[in-house]
């Protein structure tokens, strides 16, 4: 008899907070006691207390207790490992930045924003034409198993959900000074598994050609809009480098362009950046292909697109085409949604007009309304005629 | 597809060991089915062909999208997207056809669903290329013609491929849209 009402709660309880389990239970026990006929209660009332223990039926309390242990030992357990990988990493790549800038970490004492347990952020600043350096770490979350093994599911079924990854994102901004020494352009080099993604999360690398090169290994591809590009900025370090994260690095891209589709006009200026975006990396050698890759850019590969990123004329012009297309299709559909709602706004008003008028009036308006269209429509039959 | 239609109204689903057969015969094929996909999924990540394969789609009208979009992808990365959707469909197939005989107590699908499924795995595109070994031309260019399905020629194009549409899509700055 009983069996169905506590199993319907046992299941309330599950999706429940892990907070809510408990007065759930409660509500259980007086439910449990108040369903049993008054002879019962005097029986159990004339029980001892530790009987009345005994009698009482605990499963509830014991699944749901078990399974917040369970949660929590797996909370525990993902979160820990998600900040063992992050720190491991940290600590192969602290010299290099500590090398490169003044100041490494969020604030003096603390090197990493912990976002929560999937997401960690750094910061660094003060070093020779870069603003700043915001590197994101973004996790599985294996501290919530559930979410996790639904996301590993889902991802299997919708093209629209990404397969979970630990990945990180460098972001070195240039300072005004050295944004000033070079052109505006995109380059980048990209992994080729689902590259299609990354072009399409990031608005800069839609804006560059996709080729493929012999110089490159077979894993990657140039995303960059123009291809004599590829001799200057192509470094001869950079293969060797490449070959050795191919399973790490998932693009290394210079842009002056945002990642997000500009909306305003003014999200169109080039604010000039280099990124760096990887796997996070797992195993010894991944951990340290992931440091020499990220030491040779801080070390090497800014100072030498700040100096050398400086094309002829023939080539920017281009870029700057593509810069002059993308503004002009920006101005034209905030035009439009202004038009857009101009219209609109005129119609309600419209609207509220009529609704002032008295019945007799608002036939009135009609009528002549349907014959005016009457008329122009006639008129344009004429025309055709 | 015909014949087995003819079988199955012939058969007697309330004797047991009729149901028993029938009802192994559709495991099997099943699981043939699948057999054949995960094969055909292991012959193309140990060919790992990483050439690239640039093709326009065609908006998809039913989302609302207007414009056409650029698809960057590798031969890889196509084939097992193909491969995918047609393992998705084995497993969507496997629910309906459950839903039907376990619930509703109907058997004459399991017939047909022990045949058609495989017959449709071996006449897959990629497992053409991949299994028997067909020269990837012709109609198993690709990407592939899509087949029209249930709203056959209703405003439905193929992907494009030629250099002009190519060009014009790829730098159109699409990416990076917020949605939300």
């Given at each position: 008899m009983l069996s169905l009402p506590v199993l319907l709660l046992a299941s309330v309880a599950f999706a429940a907070d892990v907070s809510d389990v408990a007065s759930d239970a409660a509500s259980v026990t007086s439910s449990a006691v108040a369903a049993t006929s008054t002879s019962t209660i005097q029986q159990l009332a004339n029980l001892p207390f530790w009987q009345r223990l005994a009698s009482y039926p605990w499963q509830l309390e014991i699944v749901s207790l078990s399974f917040m242990a369970v949660?929590?030992?797996?909370?525990?357990?993902?979160?820990?490992?998600?900040?063992?990988?992050v720190n491991r990493f940290m600590d192969s790549i602290l010299p290099t930045l500590k090398d490169n800038f003044f100041q490494v970490g969020v604030t003096t004492t603390r090197l990493l924003a912990q976002d929560d347990h999937q997401h960690y952020t750094l910061y660094a600043s003060g070093r020779l034409r870069v603003e700043s350096l915001i590197a994101r770490f973004e996790l599985q979350s294996r501290q919530n198993p559930f979410v996790w093994i639904m996301e590993l599911v889902t991802s299997q079924f919708f093209d629209s959900i990404d397969k979970p990854e630990d990945k990180v994102t460098f972001e070195f901004k240039i300072d005004a000074d050295g944004s000033a020494q070079y052109d505006d352009f995109v380059w980048g080099i990209v992994t080729k598994d689902n590259m299609n993604k990354y072009r399409k999360d990031n608005y800069y690398l839609s804006l560059t050609k996709t080729s493929e090169s012999g110089k490159l290994p077979a894993e990657f591809v140039f995303m960059n809009e123009v291809p004599e590009m590829n001799e200057v900025l192509f470094t001869k370090k950079l293969p060797n480098l490449l070959e050795k994260s191919k399973n790490l690095l998932q693009l290394i891209a210079i842009t002056d362009q945002p990642?997000?589709?500009?909306?305003?006009?003014?999200?169109?200026?080039?604010?000039?950046?280099?990124?760096?975006?990887?796997?996070?990396?797992?195993?010894?050698?991944?951990?340290?292909?992931?440091?020499?890759?990220?030491?040779?850019?801080?070390?090497?590969?800014?100072?030498?697109?700040?100096?050398?990123?400086?094309?002829?004329?023939?080539?920017?012009?281009?870029?700057?085409?593509?810069?002059?297309?993308?503004?002009s299709k920006l101005k034209r559909s905030i035009e439009d949604a202004a038009k857009e709602e101009a219209n609109a706004r005129k119609l309600e008003q419209e609207k509220d007009r009529r609704a002032k008028l008295s019945p007799e009036e608002q036939e009135k308006l009609t009528k002549r309304q349907s014959e005016r269209r009457q008329r122009r429509a006639m008129n344009r039959q004429k025309v055709r005629t | 597809?015909?014949?087995?239609?003819?079988?199955?109204?012939?058969?007697?689903?309330?004797?047991?060991?009729?149901?028993?057969?029938?009802?192994?015969?559709?495991?099997?094929?099943?699981?043939?089915?699948?057999?054949?996909?995960?094969?055909?999924?292991?012959?193309?990540?140990?060919?790992?062909?990483?050439?690239?394969?640039?093709?326009?789609?065609?908006?998809?009208?039913?989302?609302?999208?207007?414009?056409?979009k650029l698809v960057v992808t590798t031969v890889k990365d196509y084939d097992l997207k193909q491969l995918n959707s047609a393992i998705k469909g084995v497993f969507t197939s496997v629910a309906m056809t459950g839903f039907m005989h376990l619930y509703m107590k109907f058997a004459n699908p399991l017939v047909l669903q022990s045949i058609s499924p495989v017959k449709s795995a071996l006449e897959n595109n990629i497992v053409?290329?991949?299994?028997?070994?067909?020269?990837?031309?012709?109609?198993?260019?690709?990407p592939f013609k899509t087949s029209g399905g249930l709203f056959g020629g209703f405003g439905s194009q193929g992907p494009k491929t030629d250099k002009a549409s190519i060009e014009k899509a790829e730098t159109s700055g699409a990416g990076g849209v917020k949605e939300e």
């Open positions: 949660y929590i030992v797996f909370f525990y357990i993902g979160s820990k490992y998600n900040q063992r990988l990642i997000d589709k500009p909306e305003k006009i003014s999200q169109l200026r080039p604010t000039k950046r280099i990124i760096l975006q990887l796997r996070v990396p797992k195993s010894k050698e991944e951990v340290v292909a992931a440091q020499e890759l990220l030491s040779y850019v801080l070390n090497e590969f800014i100072d030498f697109v700040v100096k050398r990123g400086v094309f002829r004329p023939e080539l920017t012009r281009k870029c700057k085409k593509t810069r002059e297309n993308e503004y | 597809m015909l014949v087995s239609m003819q079988v199955s109204r012939k058969l007697d689903f309330e004797d047991p060991t009729v149901l028993f057969y029938v009802r192994v015969a559709y495991v099997t094929g099943t699981v043939a089915t699948l057999l054949i996909y995960y094969y055909t999924q292991y012959l193309i990540n140990s060919k790992n062909d990483l050439s690239t394969l640039k093709y326009v789609e065609p908006p998809n009208t039913m989302a609302g999208e207007t414009e056409s053409q290329i991949y299994l028997f070994k067909k020269p990837a031309s012709g109609d198993l260019k690709r």
